[in-house]
């Protein structure tokens, strides 16, 4: 999608590690957001931020952390994987009018 | 991928055929709705959004509609195509940068 990219696309992790994904945006928007989904529950809120170094949690932020030491970038990380955080990660950016842009997600499997 | 779709409410309509793709939101403080399509692997796209202060809005071959009093919206796709096929996801949100609260989706199955 323009203006915003994820990485790793795919990735198998074992239980317990860390894991980091990556956001960047080449847009210079104030706003990101990380999405996770999941069949039967639609897209929900991880964590958001506003700014440089300034963040909030979202409805499902349990178990996740998050970093914006750039603008261009918002990292989520997984301190220790687990099972139930298996799912498929959307990264968004809010151009100022509300409708944001998604990534194309990135789908990370936890065994 | 396909793994999202599962569990979906599903319509399905022939092609040619207009699709009505109906939302119930939660919050009678939102004041602004989006209607995004997902399609296999990628990320949801913007259709079409409608602020509270409007009970109609269209686009091309995409119109909502918005009904606050019972909180519903619904998206209707004139002369639906194949290229339709995907999952329809409504999002609300209200005083301004509050994070979009998805619904649950439908998915949206052509028959040709």
């Known amino acids: 999608d323009a203006g915003i990219t994820q990485s790793p696309r795919h990735k198998v992790t074992e239980t317990g590690t860390p894991v980091t994904l990556r956001c960047h945006q080449t847009?210079?928007?104030?706003?990101m957001y990380w999405y996770r989904q999941d069949p039967g529950h639609g897209l929900r809120l991880i964590h958001y931020?506003?700014?440089?170094?300034?963040?909030d949690k979202g409805e499902v932020s349990d178990g996740y952390s998050v970093s914006r030491s750039k603008t261009e970038d918002f990292l989520l990380t997984l301190e220790s994987a687990t099972s139930s955080q298996t799912s498929v990660y959307f990264c968004?950016?809010?151009?100022?009018?509300?409708?944001?842009?998604f990534g194309s997600g990135t789908r990370l499997t936890v065994v | 991928g396909e793994s999202v779709g599962l569990h979906l409410p599903t319509l399905s309509v022939q092609e040619g055929d207009n699709s009505i793709i109906n939302c119930a939101y939660s919050?009678?403080?939102?004041?602004?709705f989006i209607w995004y399509k997902q399609e296999s692997g990628k990320g949801p796209q913007f259709i079409i959004d409608?602020?509270?202060?409007?009970d109609k809005r269209q686009g091309q071959r995409v119109t909502v509609l918005l009904n606050k009093t019972v909180k519903h919206l619904s998206l209707q796709i004139a002369a639906t195509q194949p290229g339709d096929s995907a999952v329809y996801f409504c999002?609300?949100?209200?005083?301004?940068?509050?994070?979009?609260?998805f619904g649950k989706g439908t998915r949206l199955s052509v028959i040709a």
């Open positions: 999002a609300e949100t209200y005083s301004g940068n509050t994070p979009l609260v």
């Open positions: 931020s506003y700014g440089v170094k300034d963040t």
């Open positions: 919050n009678s403080a939102s004041d602004y």
């Open positions: 968004a950016i809010n151009p100022g009018n509300y409708g944001y842009t």
């Open positions: 409608i602020r509270s202060n409007m």
């Open positions: 847009e210079n928007h104030r706003y």
